[in-house]
């Protein structure tokens, strides 16, 4: 209110100095206004405040659901990674994405930073993702496990059992329309298989009643380049699927 009080004393000063211009013989007041006119009405003030819509009680509850697996992840005890982490790494990106990338368990890097997908590897997911016109803000991205094993050693079938449900619970607060598993852990791991990544890519499977699409890890690629068309094959079948035009082809990964 006192923004509005202050516009409506500047704007009756002003009318004033303009009778008092008139008063002194200037019929054609425009051209005798001060030059700084303008800047006396402070034009901040006249401008129009932008709008700010908030939050839906869903996406309200769905960030508040998304926040308590996140508490909980980091007080979990379930299984010994628990003792060997420095940071439990619960996953990052948006909660309403229409895209979850899952790989299989954190680096050393991301045990470090809490994050995953931040190494080298992480790098590449991140061009891959661009590649599609997206960015990582637009997407989730997240662990079967949300600890590093040691080594980085796969993981054992009893971590597996441990943490999976927390991943279950993020798919079912996000509802992503894809999935895109990253490398033969992650992919076997949630489709219950042991075949073989070759065969698993390039098609969709289902994971709890969301398609999945299998693909090679992003460290994989950082060792066999040539695997990169492959991977930009199964993106594209995402990228159909998600009704995303396809980038020109400089725009490769």
Excluded at 23 to 29: F, K, L, N, S, V
Excluded at 125 to 135: E, H, N, P, Y
Excluded at 243 to 253: C, D, F, H, M, S
Aim: overall charge positive; glycine content about 6%.
């Amino acid at each position: 209110m006192s923004g509005v009080g202050n516009l409506g004393a500047k704007l009756s000063a002003l009318r004033m100095e303009l009778e008092t211009l008139k008063i002194h013989g200037h019929e054609h007041i425009d051209g005798a206004l001060p030059p700084d006119w303008l800047d006396r009405l402070d034009v901040e003030e006249m401008k129009p405040k932008p709008e700010t819509t908030p939050a839906s009680p869903k996406a309200k509850a769905q960030n508040d659901s998304l926040s308590k697996i996140v508490s909980e992840i980091s007080e979990c005890r379930l299984c010994p990674l628990c003792r060997t982490r420095t940071k439990t790494v619960p996953g990052v990106g948006n909660p309403r994405a229409r895209l979850m990338f899952v790989g299989e368990a954190p680096g050393a890097d991301e045990d470090k930073q809490g994050e995953p997908f931040v190494g080298k590897a992480g790098q590449l997911l991140t061009r891959m993702i661009a590649a599609m016109g997206l960015k990582r803000e637009d997407v989730f991205i997240a662990n079967v496990l949300k600890c590093r094993p040691p080594d980085n050693r796969t993981p054992l079938p009893a971590e597996v059992e441990k943490c999976e449900p927390y991943l279950l619970r993020q798919i079912d607060m996000i509802r992503p329309e894809v999935i895109c598993s990253l490398g033969a852990v992650a992919s076997s791991t949630l489709l219950k298989t042991e075949t073989s990544i070759s065969k698993l890519r390039g098609k969709f499977h289902s994971y709890h009643d969301t398609p999945l699409m299998p693909t090679f890890h992003p460290s994989y690629l950082l060792r066999n380049p040539a695997a990169k068309k492959d991977v930009w094959e199964d993106l594209q079948m995402v990228m159909k699927r998600l009704g995303l035009a396809i980038p020109a082809e400089k725009e490769k990964p």
